[in-house]
């Protein structure tokens, strides 16, 4: 059965440096999404993405966050300059089309120092 | 009002059991209602949705219960086996400009199912 796959899965980074974080969504899926899940509490929506452009997009998602799709496969997030309270699994979904269910990622574990 | 409750926090099934995991909404605009089941190290997997027009959808084992005018959901695992030891969340979502991406969970509940 096709798979999210995220890479890496887990990240150590300095505070203030920045980090990008790799997924390659279902080949036939055309919709991307993000979330995180901070240890311990619920799993967060972030941002959504289709036609190479954010659809929705979540108070978390703010300046610091940006998404990108750089090429036919990979689906990323970037964080700039990040802080200890970004220290968070993010999980990768995609989904076939806006109203499939969104089939998730195993998550990059991001800790940061 | 965007918040999605969810009880309990943990819970202890006997083998064969029933377990029932419930939870709550406020958003009416919430038009979708998926449970996802998560094991240790790995992401949330879609185990059975629900939408608003009917009261009850059954998949193998998995039941949801849907009851619109108390705005509630619940999750029933009949014959609850040892291999159902996971964290369960429910979620809901509006039907926005990109359908029901807008996912949002409860806080999970880590179900142990005994031998």
């Known amino acids: 059965e096709p798979e999210v796959t995220q890479t890496p899965s887990h990240q150590v980074t300095q505070m203030g440096q920045e980090v990008i974080l790799r997924c390659v969504p279902i080949s036939n899926h055309l919709y991307f999404y993000w979330y995180r899940q901070i240890l311990g509490q619920k799993v967060e929506f972030l941002v959504s993405f289709y036609n190479n452009e954010i659809s929705e997009k979540s108070e978390i998602f703010d300046d610091q966050f940006s998404v990108e799709r750089p090429d036919g496969s990979n689906f990323t997030l970037k964080i700039r300059s990040t802080k200890l309270e970004d220290s968070a699994m993010y999980f990768c979904a995609s989904s076939r089309t806006a109203n499939q269910p969104q089939h998730f990622g195993d998550g990059t574990r991001l800790s940061i120092l | ?115």
Not at chain 2, 30 to 40: A, E, K, L
Not at chain 2, 53 to 79: P, W, Y
């Open chain 2, 1 to 115: 009002q965007q918040q999605v409750k969810q009880s309990p926090q943990s819970l202890i099934v006997q083998k064969g059991g029933i377990s029932i995991i419930n939870c709550a909404y406020e958003n009416t605009a919430f038009d979708y209602f998926p449970w996802y089941q998560q094991f240790p190290g790995k992401g949330p997997a879609l185990l059975i949705a629900i939408r608003p027009d009917v009261s009850e959808k059954k998949e193998g084992r998995f039941t949801i219960s849907f009851n619109k005018s108390a705005k509630q959901f619940s999750l029933h695992i009949m014959d609850s086996q040892p291999g159902d030891s996971a964290t369960y969340f429910c979620a809901a979502s509006p039907e926005g400009n990109s359908g029901y991406s807008t996912l949002t969970f409860g806080k999970g509940t880590m179900l142990l199912v005994s031998p």
